[in-house]
């Protein structure tokens, strides 16, 4: 069976409403659109992508997100230009990220370039640009 892609990202967050003053703009960056906006269900979809936030249970709200422990390790979105990443890189500085790595080149792919920040709760999020589709077949 080939799949058509990931159908969608959900991630638990430790503050909602400072989340989604970080992913809501990052994501009308991104052009993806809220579906769903509430206490506690943020849900945004396009670019052929969907990504959730939704606040932890109170019984974990004291832990922190490490990405060396079992489950999410980083999320990366494929940009369609080098520009891109440049973008977003100037606009998450604007929205206080951290930034773990500006724009540079990687040895992933030939032409990998990319950058790599953190959400308020220190989730690693990335944007790369590989010219034509990398190791990636179908686009």
Known sequence: MKLNGIAHIQL????????????????ALFEMMALIDSDDFYYCIGSRTGLAITPTDAAH?????????????HICF????????DEVH????????KVVHP???????????????EDPDGIRLEVNFVPGKGHLKEG
Do not use: I
């Open 12 to 27: 638990t967050v430790s503050d909602m409403e400072r989340s989604k003053q970080f992913y809501k703009p990052l994501l």
């Open 61 to 73: 709200a004291s832990e922190e997100f490490h990405q060396r422990r079992v489950g999410l390790h």
């Open 78 to 85: 494929r940009a369609r230009a080098r520009e891109d990443v």
């Open 90 to 97: 100037q606009f998450v500085v604007g929205l206080g990220a």
């Open 103 to 117: 724009p540079q080149e990687d040895g992933f792919a030939p032409g990998y370039y990319s950058v790599l920040f």
